[in-house]
């Protein structure tokens, strides 16, 4: 499966779309102070008259332009404390154009962004007549930008802060190691790693892993201006154990779902076996090795944030994580296995989810990389 065609967060705004079921990404409110830290010391670090600012992975739900106007916003705030000491800084300018990349693949519904532009540029007007700042709003020019971040993008130094918010767990391709050379699986029945899978299972992932982080890495180096800054959000685990209680666990669950259906004689099981997930949950260790790797980046910062239980309303915590795993998953499972069976797989995923997290609490992680260009 050609993932650079097939995969996208399920856009519009109905019942099933990412931007209604996004509740996943609520832990980026967690981090947003280290984001707007490490704007503000790109800001006074490289004093740009234009700045460059890239989203990748920026997807279609209601963080997309969000944490674009938390961005603008710091930077207004720390141009107008500068603007009001001008005299004792005399070197610095005073940013008035805004360059800002959306990037994601192909087939992300960028619409979804443009009709939210609109709103997005009346919010800011208002947001600066409140505030009583002098000055018009500098010019700000959006674009989208399709194609994978596993390669480059954009003009060499063309950018002062690149962010990726849960994009960078997902890998370019299905590791074709988990095939022989007939095709068949080596990872027969589970969608990921677990318990039962052989140790080449895991060495496929992780050299995947590696291939694609290292090339992200080099692209945006080549990207980036002399200590321009990146903040990289994406999923993780603890230890050097793959099966836990954190984010490997939701993929047990789906495999379950997904055997249920098996037995029931909903789905083949030579087409489960056919199916794996692009995923990879790197531990710290493996992050910071790739990292050391390149000469020209800097690793200033690596936060491990536990995530917080989805608080439970109407639905169950098993409802509302089923309803986010298949705004990201739908795209796929459909290709692959055909959109008849999406209702009854996370109706089961739901429940199993549900029975387990009476037991013991599952307890994802997340990493915050901050990295400065050297």
């Not at 004689?265 to 056919?274: A, F, M, R």
């Not at 536990?306 to 298949?326: C, H, L, N, P």
Request: net charge negative.
């Amino acid at each position: 499966m050609d993932v650079e065609k097939v995969f996208h967060m399920t856009g519009g705004v109905g019942k099933t779309s990412y931007a209604k079921n996004s509740s996943l990404q609520k832990a980026c409110d967690k981090v947003k102070h280290i984001i707007l830290e490490a704007v503000e010391e790109v800001y006074l670090a490289t004093t740009p008259k234009s700045i460059g600012i890239a989203d990748l992975g920026c997807s279609s739900g209601p963080n997309t332009l969000s944490i674009i106007k938390d961005i603008f916003q710091a930077i207004q705030s720390i141009s107008h404390k500068i603007m009001m000491h001008r005299r004792h800084h005399p070197h610095h300018l005073i940013s008035d154009e805004f360059r800002v990349y959306l990037n994601d693949l192909p087939t992300n519904d960028f619409n979804s962004i443009f009709k939210a532009l609109p709103e997005f540029h009346r919010l800011l007007r208002q947001d600066k007549n409140k505030d009583n700042n002098d000055g018009l709003i500098p010019s700000i020019f959006m674009g989208g930008y399709p194609g994978s971040f596993y390669g480059r993008l954009f003009p060499n130094s063309s950018l002062h802060f690149v962010h990726s918010s849960y994009s960078l767990h997902w890998l370019s391709r299905v590791p074709p190691a988990l095939y022989d050379k007939e095709g068949n699986s080596l990872n027969k029945g589970c969608v990921y790693i677990s318990e039962s899978s052989p140790e080449v299972v895991q060495k496929a992932y992780l050299n995947q892993f590696q291939q694609d982080f290292s090339l992200f890495l080099r692209s945006r180096s080549e990207e980036l201006v002399v200590d321009g800054r990146m903040v990289l959000i994406f999923l993780g685990r603890r230890g050097t154990e793959h099966v836990d209680k954190g984010n490997s666990f939701f993929w047990q669950i789906l495999s379950r779902s997904f055997a249920i259906l098996v037995s029931q004689g909903g789905i083949e099981q030579e087409k489960l076996d056919s199916y794996d997930v692009h995923f990879y949950a790197p531990s710290r260790e493996e992050v910071e090795e790739e990292v050391r790797k390149q000469e020209s980046i800097k690793l200033e910062r690596l936060d491990t944030v536990e995530m917080d239980t989805i608080e439970q309303g109407i639905e169950s915590y098993g409802t509302t994580v089923a309803k986010a795993v298949r705004a990201i998953q739908e795209s796929m499972i459909s290709s692959h296995f055909g959109e008849k069976i999406l209702d009854a797989l996370f109706d089961n995923f739901a429940r199993l989810l549900d029975d387990e997290v009476v037991k013991e609490d599952i307890k994802p992680i997340t990493f915050v990389l901050v990295l400065r260009k050297i």
